[in-house]
């Protein structure tokens, strides 16, 4: 079911950034087109994304261009048909992209010194359950079938444990699944109670209050899962490619830092190991969403 | 640090929320939406007295402070909704209470009703979700009345938020994983929010309110007393300032242990205490650190109605202590404690000659507390006597600048020195005297002071040091001038003094060195975190249990086994070491295992817990950042 890019698709249009008089790059009418997918609240990402491209065309020397698209699937149809040449995405849609349209990675983001993360599967304390097993038949709340952290990864333990027998099975094993829409509703309705556990990010439990923090532990955590990164759409110039990567790594640099808070807050980006995300094409193949 | 926490608590409880797909990061909180947080800030201010109109017009039509969109909450209806807020307009301008109320609580249920047609409306599974979210986002206006009033029809609802994000489907990527939307599952859920907003919030009239809060109608009209847990509205900050500002105790600058001044550490902890406060401010972990963290001045510190700019609070208002509202609104820029048992008397108008006179009043008047023991002012002002002003090396001890200073301060200072006709033929140094820590412990009438009343003699203020104030702006004690040099402008133009530009230049220059400081903020890096230093006041604020359990005071035992049990349990969330989390949240057990045992009388088991807390303390201290 492929995603037209269409008004609709595409939100918002950010004005170009400024542009230096820094060395041009090959022609002077090329402009690098930046896809965002909304994380938050739009009205701040726009401003994120105006300060995120007037910086980077002023670091690499070409108008900088960002727009908001509704999801993953309209930014990699973006890169498709070229109205994007570079997204910041998922593993997993990542992993699909590069299936489907041959998408290239460029840098993936660190989090507390790590280009990974894992999913865990957390309960309240005074529940009583104390092992994956003690969930058969109880409620769970996922963020999103296509979430690497909040879902698959999470739901994976199960069939790891040998509880479930392939993740079609889940319906089976579970009282009711619910994708809450998010790491932050799957943790909520888990610590509310309305369900018996969350499979969320590891660093999920920090979206609670800090009393509802201490009221919730986890139970079972998955292998690491890499991070999230910035991916190309294969045509783009290599030269513009690597300028924009270089200036991206910049971002780690001490006078550059506070400008990380505008790229979906990483503590940092690292180029991107295309091998490291094989355990993610793995998953993907075991829930049927990779050939 | 804590009062992070308590920021925390008192206005994320049950508010936290996040829009948009998942990330491979902790996201942030949720901003409120426009229109929900002009009906929270319609809700808050509607309960003060007298009731600020201008407040509230203004919560509907600019952006709430620190909001993350640009527009205010009408223009964000006029872009994203076809519905009109005139019955809300026209209440506002007739400035009716209950018909604002009314109003706007129809609108939220309106609003919440929009997005979900449009969820059940849309084609794509991510427009329908994005309708949910948003509709469910706008939901969080009513939750806090619900959950109090009606637990089970919140647990009803937010299942039912639950399935119908579920069934919207998904759009996969790329058609991988897509799955579509179960129609009949969305109806359903919607049925049940629905169904419960058209009896509650969806009303062509609802009862008077005597308190306006988000309780369901027929909550109301059952006529059980129902209690909403104390919230703030959008856009209040209670947080710790940041940098954080350097505390300089006196017996710490000696190399003396505080764990061995009991009754000091008994003080700084109550200090740090919400306990000792009545409710709101108990309910809200608002605490005397609130405000004067680290002994200083929270210049962030905002709250709707009880605040006209950050880092001024109104403590005689309508929120925090009904019986003890003046009815007039004026607030005051929060004055730093440094150097305290130098600068009385206290309050701004050096009202109470006694340090202990003034915190009494704070405590039982300002903010609603119960009256508190004599062991526990003593131990208060034993603590605040503590406080020392911060080190500044430009300054000998007598108060004047040393070789070392700029030669424009210096310039400054003999203009600080030199009489004026305007000022009655005295300096500014009559009143700030420069030996005396830069004030005379008097009040005077300088004319900051609007009168109250024709003929009123109200004016008089008490001199303030001029110690670390290059660290404590906004000036006055209505904060209304924001800089050093606003304040030699504003005397130079009252008092006629005839400065050059170069002599207020000057004359700016010694107040910014008088005001410096050597190192005026707390330093932190990975390991010295600010949980660290929290770590280690709590276990220091917990020796004093080594005092008050041979003596079996269970009063002062509890006190202190509330509040640090908690604060220990709800700063873990600060960590940054997060593996070494639940050693702390079982320590937080541990100590709360203490005043569990003395609540029963049972000693020999408060003992035992108290020995295992120190080992277990000792134990995780290197981890504990």
């Known amino acids: ?291 | 640090m804590r009062n992070i926490m308590r920021a925390l608590l008192a206005t994320l409880a049950s508010a936290l929320l996040l829009s948009g797909p998942v990330a491979a990061t902790p996201a942030k909180e949720a901003p409120w939406l426009p229109e929900a947080a002009a009906y929270r800030l319609t809700l808050f201010l509607g309960n003060l007295e007298p009731l600020p109109w201008d407040d509230i017009k203004t919560a509907w039509t600019e952006p709430y402070r620190g909001s993350e969109f640009s527009v205010g909450a009408l223009a964000w209806l006029d872009r994203k909704s076809d519905i009109e807020p005139d019955g809300l307009l026209n209440a506002m301008m007739r400035e009716d209470r209950q018909a604002v109320f009314a109003e706007a609580t129809r609108l939220i249920a309106l609003r919440i009703e929009e997005n979900l047609d449009r969820a059940l409306a849309a084609e794509e599974s991510a427009t329908a979700q994005l309708a949910v979210q948003t509709a469910r986002e706008l939901y969080r206006a009513f939750e806090d009345g619900i959950a109090a009033a009606d637990p089970e029809a919140a647990r009803r609802i937010g299942l039912a938020w639950l399935e119908l994000n579920s069934s919207t489907g998904s759009a996969g990527v790329l058609g991988a994983g897509a799955t579509s939307a179960d129609r009949d599952t969305m109806e359903a859920a919607r049925a049940v929010i629905s169904g419960y907003l058209a009896e509650n919030y969806l009303l062509d009239s609802f009862a008077p309110r005597r308190t306006l809060s988000a309780l369901p109608e027929t909550a109301v009209l059952s006529g059980k007393a129902i209690e909403v847990p104390p919230s703030l509205p959008p856009g209040s900050d209670i947080f710790d300032q940041d940098p954080l500002p350097l505390l300089v105790l006196n017996f710490e600058e000696q190399g003396i242990d505080e764990t061995d001044l009991p009754l000091v550490a008994y003080g700084d902890m109550l200090f740090d205490s919400a306990q000792l406060f009545g409710s709101p401010a108990q309910d809200l972990g608002i605490a005397c650190s609130t405000c004067h963290n680290r002994s200083d001045v929270n210049q962030r510190l905002f709250i709707p109605g009880a605040s006209h700019q950050p880092g001024a609070i109104d403590v005689d208002g309508a929120f925090f202590n009904p019986i003890f509202n003046d009815r007039r609104d004026d607030p005051l820029d929060i004055p730093s404690l440094r150097g305290l048992r130098f600068t009385g008397p206290y309050g701004r108008d050096g009202r109470f000659a006694s340090l202990r006179d003034f915190t009494r009043n704070v405590i039982v008047n300002e903010f609603g507390g119960n009256e508190p023991t004599p062991f526990m002012l003593d131990a208060l002002v034993a603590y605040m006597l503590e406080f020392d002003f911060l080190p500044n090396s430009m300054l000998t001890t007598d108060g004047r600048l040393t070789d070392t200073t700029q030669e424009a301060a210096r310039r400054g200072e003999e203009i600080f020195n030199t009489p004026f006709a305007g000022l009655g033929d005295r300096s500014c140094a009559s009143c700030h005297v420069p030996d005396a820590n830069f004030l005379d412990r008097q009040a005077h009438d300088i004319g900051s002071v609007a009168p109250g009343y024709e003929g009123a003699r109200a004016g008089a203020l008490d001199t303030p040091t001029l110690l670390g104030t290059a660290y404590t702006a906004p000036y006055f004690h209505d904060g209304s001038l924001p800089t050093l040099a606003a304040v030699v402008d504003w005397f130079d133009e009252t008092k006629s003094l005839g400065l050059t530009e170069e002599d207020r230049a000057d004359l700016t220059a010694y107040l910014e060195t008088v005001g410096a400081a050597d190192e005026p903020y707390e330093a932190f890096d990975t390991e010295n975190t600010a949980f660290r230093l929290a770590f280690a006041e709590l276990t220091t604020f917990a020796s004093t249990i080594d005092t008050l359990l041979p003596r079996r005071d269970a009063e002062h035992i509890l006190l202190l086994t509330d509040t640090v049990a908690a604060d220990l349990s709800a700063d873990a969330s600060t960590m940054s070491n997060l593996p070494a989390r639940p050693e702390v949240y079982a320590l937080a057990e541990r100590l709360a295992a203490v005043g569990a045992a003395v609540r029963v009388e049972d000693w020999e088991a408060a003992e035992a817990s108290w020995t295992a807390f120190k080992s277990e303390a000792d134990a995780i201290e290197e981890r504990a950042f």
Do not use: C
């Open chain 1, 1 to 291: 079911m492929p995603v037209h890019l269409t008004r609709r698709t595409i939100l918002t249009l950010v004005g170009a950034g400024a542009v230096s008089l820094a060395t041009p790059l090959a022609a002077q009418d090329v402009t690098l087109r930046l896809a965002f997918i909304p994380q938050e609240n739009p009205d701040k990402l726009l401003g994120d994304i105006e300060a995120i491209t007037g910086w980077l065309a002023e670091e690499i020397g070409v108008p900088v261009e960002g727009f908001v698209t509704i999801d993953h699937a309209a930014a990699v149809e973006a890169l498709r048909n070229g109205d994007a040449d570079i997204s910041f995405m998922g593993a997993l849609p990542f992993v699909l992209a590069e299936a489907e349209i041959g998408a290239v990675p460029l840098l993936s983001e660190v989090y507390r010194d790590a280009p990974s993360y894992t999913g865990r599967i957390f309960v309240r304390r005074d529940s009583g359950i104390g092992a994956l097993a003690d969930l058969r038949g109880r409620d769970i709340a996922f963020a999103d079938p296509i979430s690497e952290s909040g879902y698959l990864y999470p739901l994976a333990e199960f069939v790891e444990a040998g509880l479930i027998e392939d993740p079609g099975q889940a319906e089976a094993f579970f009282g009711r699944v619910f994708f809450a829409g998010g790491y932050q509703q799957a943790m909520q309705a888990m610590a509310e109670g309305l369900v018996d556990a969350a499979g969320a990010s590891q660093y999920a439990d920090l979206l609670l209050t800090p009393q509802q923090q201490a009221e919730v532990t986890w139970i079972a955590e998955s292998a690491p899962i890499p991070s999230h990164l910035v991916i190309a759409r294969p045509g783009l110039d290599a030269a513009l490619r690597d300028r924009f990567v270089d200036a991206m790594l910049r971002l780690n640099e001490p006078e550059h830092r506070n400008k990380l808070r505008y790229f979906y807050g990483p503590d940092g980006y690292v180029r991107a190991d295309g091998a490291a995300y094989d355990g993610v094409r793995d998953m993907a193949r075991q829930y049927g969403l990779l050939r």
